[in-house]
């Protein structure tokens, strides 16, 4: 292996990586309550702060959305340091990205977009191929973390490439957990964010988590899950995220075909997802709750027509929540009460 790996392994020839160790030697797992409560722990390390902290992360979204390019952007910002979706501050650090649905070319060709007059990071290395996690690709990320103890993030394109075969007997649901518990143990044996890339289902749902491809076990084993999928609007697409250590948000992004780069646009989702009519009643309601359809044309130049009409569709779609003649928006109700 150590010969087909040159950049995860590095070992003498004829010498077989060390299993990584079982994290309960390193980790404590068992307190008593006062212990527990009197124990000060270190707060989550971020690669990306507040969407992808320390812990496995799985990234779904539907084919040819820009998984790759989101996340093959976000490795070279953190490697790097810098800005990462053009607006997130990330300390710079060592990153490993195993590429493993690309050529070296085809790589080499996304990352000169990306990069455009930028140095390429050496803390970024870089793999088209590696054993899936139970059959020795584990032991490789292990051994690559252990020579980089500054590491900052991994990345695992496409997760069905690594995940390896289902234990017989085993039920779907087990199968998935157990398939996302191989990178948790990595996860937590060395406090760094894993990144699995994945796919959606072809139907749709209102609720994202359900959309992730597979059963429920692969978002139940993952400390968060973020499904980017394509929008309407000024936006070309949304990054749902939720999780155990992030908070659940929804981040509008417009993708720069020419640059490969996904940017993270101001403001909340809705203002860039919505046509523009909605997005411009939706800003004035936001910032004065309670506003009435007059009020709302006065301040906006908007036709009386127009607004009433797209208050009572965005009341409908719950966009908007009415109250005492006038309208809010979703969680400003509580706080009129």
Request: net charge neutral; proline share 7%.
């Amino acid at each position: 292996m150590s010969a087909t790996l040159p950049h995860l392994y590095s070992v003498p020839p004829g010498t077989e990586p060390t299993p990584l160790q079982p994290a309960q030697q390193r980790i404590r797992t068992a307190w008593t309550a006062d212990e527990l409560m009197a124990t000060e722990f270190p707060e989550p390390r971020w690669a990306v702060p507040g969407i992808i902290s320390e812990g496995v992360n799985l990234l779904a979204g539907p084919p040819k959305v820009g998984k790759s390019w989101l996340s093959l952007g976000l490795a070279l910002a953190v490697a790097a340091g810098g800005q990462a979706m053009d607006s997130i501050n990330v300390d710079g650090g060592p990153v490993l990205y195993l590429a493993l649905e690309d050529t070296p070319r085809r790589l080499q060709t996304r990352m000169r977009k990306l990069l455009d007059s930028n140095r390429a990071p050496g803390t970024l290395t870089l793999a088209t191929s590696c054993p899936p996690l139970p059959q020795g690709g584990g032991e490789a990320i292990a051994q690559w973390v252990e020579r980089h103890a500054d590491a900052r993030m991994i990345v695992i394109d496409v997760f069905a490439k690594m995940r390896g075969p289902s234990a017989p007997g085993a039920s779907a649901y087990d199968a998935d957990y157990a398939a996302v518990g191989h990178a948790k143990r990595l996860a937590d044996h060395y406090g760094i964010a894993v990144v699995l890339v994945h796919h959606v289902r072809k139907a749709g749902s209102d609720d994202f988590l359900t959309e992730v491809s597979g059963t429920n076990g692969l978002a139940g084993a993952a400390d968060a899950t973020l499904v980017l999928k394509r929008s309407r609007g000024q936006a070309d697409g949304v990054l749902h995220v939720t999780g155990r250590d992030v908070d659940e948000a929804e981040y509008a992004l417009r993708f720069h075909s020419q640059a490969g780069a996904w940017q993270l646009l101001e403001g909340p989702a809705a203002d860039h997802t919505l046509n523009q009519t909605r997005a411009v009643i939706l800003r004035y309601v936001r910032d004065h709750p309670g506003a009435k359809p007059k009020q709302i044309t006065q301040a906006t130049g908007l036709a009386p027509d127009l607004v009433r009409q797209t208050c009572a569709r965005m009341a409908n779609d719950v966009q908007l929540i009415r109250q005492s003649g006038g309208y809010v928006v979703p969680n400003q109700e509580e706080a009129q009460e």
